[in-house]
């Protein structure tokens, strides 16, 4: 789809699929997931070619979307995404039989270590539609912090008895530890993989990008405290308690989807071809 064919009479971006490639709800995903990716490109939690943010994909049979390895998160389009099962073999009808984590190399290829998160992650957890990995710098320093995150900021009340903690086990390219971050997830949405990063996942593309901006701002704002050299305060255990089912009441969902929106603006504008 070229640039011309992306923009509608009034200037914004279209949505519509390339003909005969994909389903409208396969689209919708793949859009939803590119710009997941552009705003976490906007928001500076990238590293380079690497981390990734994964989509299930509708249907009986297990498949997920992952980012063609390569392409930077801030040029990410809806059909730069690759389509893949739960073994990592590449079932894009544009990969003429490539199959595996490397398929075709200039197209269709995936990184293993990706799939291993991300595919732990969908295989066990219906609930969680849309999986972000990050390395930023905030985030890889709470990750080696032997307290982890700290009660001292809102947003990390967020995520006060609320997060999962994965012992780093080297790069992920070990199937067998895609057992262990399900374990260590256990009902989280959002989890710290030691000496690593983050991870957070919610039920759409809006509910992923809350928890990992929250999670993000949060390691920030600890890194930031520490390197103060004062002493912190935290709340009384109550409190942080309070706080953090504050989070979770009636209208939380419209507040997320709100921000998603509003978000979106970031992003969108006459020159954006992330739909594309």
Same mark, same amino acid.
């Given at each position: 789809?070229?640039?011309?064919?992306?923009?509608?009479?009034?200037?914004?971006?279209?949505?519509?699929?390339?003909?005969?490639?994909?389903?409208?709800?396969?689209?919708?995903?793949?859009?939803?997931?590119?710009?997941?990716?552009?705003?976490?490109?906007?928001?500076?939690?990238?590293?380079?070619?690497?981390?990734?943010?994964?989509?299930?994909?509708?249907?009986?049979?297990?498949?997920f979307?992952?980012?063609?390895?390569?392409?930077?998160?801030?040029?990410m389009?809806a059909?730069?995404?690759?389509?893949?099962?739960?073994?990592?073999?590449?079932?894009?009808?544009? %990969?003429? !039989? &490539?199959?595996?984590?490397?398929?075709?190399? *200039?197209?269709? /290829?995936?990184?293993?270590?990706? @799939?291993?998160?991300?595919?732990?992650?969908?295989?066990?957890?219906?609930d969680?539609?849309?999986v972000?990995?990050?390395?930023?710098?905030?985030?890889?320093a709470?990750?080696?912090?032997?307290?982890?995150?700290l009660?001292?900021?809102?947003?990390?009340?967020?995520?006060?008895?609320?997060?999962?903690?994965?012992?780093?086990?080297?790069i992920a390219?070990?199937?067998?530890?895609?057992?262990?971050?399900?374990?260590?997830?256990?009902t989280?949405?959002?989890?710290?993989?030691?000496?690593?990063?983050?991870?957070?996942?919610?039920?759409?593309?809006?509910?992923?990008?809350h928890?990992?901006?929250?999670?993000?701002?949060?390691?920030?704002?600890?890194?930031?405290?520490? %390197?103060? !050299? &004062?002493?912190?305060?935290?709340?009384?255990l *109550?409190?942080? /308690?309070?706080?953090a089912?504050? @989070?979770?009441?009636d209208?939380?969902?419209?507040?997320t989807?709100?921000?998603?929106?509003?978000?979106?603006?970031?992003?969108?504008?006459?020159?954006?071809?992330?739909?594309?």
């Open positions: 789809m070229n640039r011309s064919e992306a923009v509608r009479s009034h200037g914004a971006p279209s949505s519509a699929a390339p003909d005969g490639l994909f389903s409208p709800q396969e689209w919708a995903v793949r859009v939803d997931l590119a710009a997941l990716y552009r705003l976490v490109a906007h928001f500076r939690m990238t590293d380079m070619i690497d981390t990734h943010i994964s989509a299930r994909l509708p249907g009986t049979e297990p498949t979307l992952i980012n063609r390895y390569g392409t930077m998160f801030h040029e389009r059909s730069d995404l690759v389509k893949i099962d739960r073994f990592g073999n590449v079932i894009d009808p544009r %990969a003429r !039989g &490539a199959n595996t984590m490397h398929g075709d190399p *200039d197209r269709f /290829r995936v990184n293993a270590a990706g @799939f291993t998160i991300h595919s732990a992650i969908h295989m066990a957890r219906d969680l539609h849309f972000v990995h990050t390395h930023t710098a905030a985030g890889i709470v990750s080696a912090q032997e307290h982890g995150l009660p001292i900021s809102q947003h990390a009340l967020k995520f006060f008895e609320k997060l999962g903690y994965h012992d780093y086990e080297g390219l070990d199937l067998a530890e895609r057992e262990r971050l399900v374990r260590d997830l256990g989280h949405k959002a989890m710290i993989l030691r000496n690593h990063g983050l991870l957070a996942g919610g039920a759409s593309a809006a509910a992923a990008f928890e990992i901006y929250f999670l993000e701002r949060a390691c920030q704002a600890q890194v930031q405290a520490m %390197a103060g !050299g &004062a002493k912190l305060i935290v709340p009384p *109550d409190v942080c /308690r309070r706080t089912s504050q @989070f979770q009441r209208d939380s969902s419209e507040i989807d709100t921000a998603w929106r509003a978000a979106l603006r970031l992003i969108d504008d006459p020159h954006s071809d992330y739909r594309c």
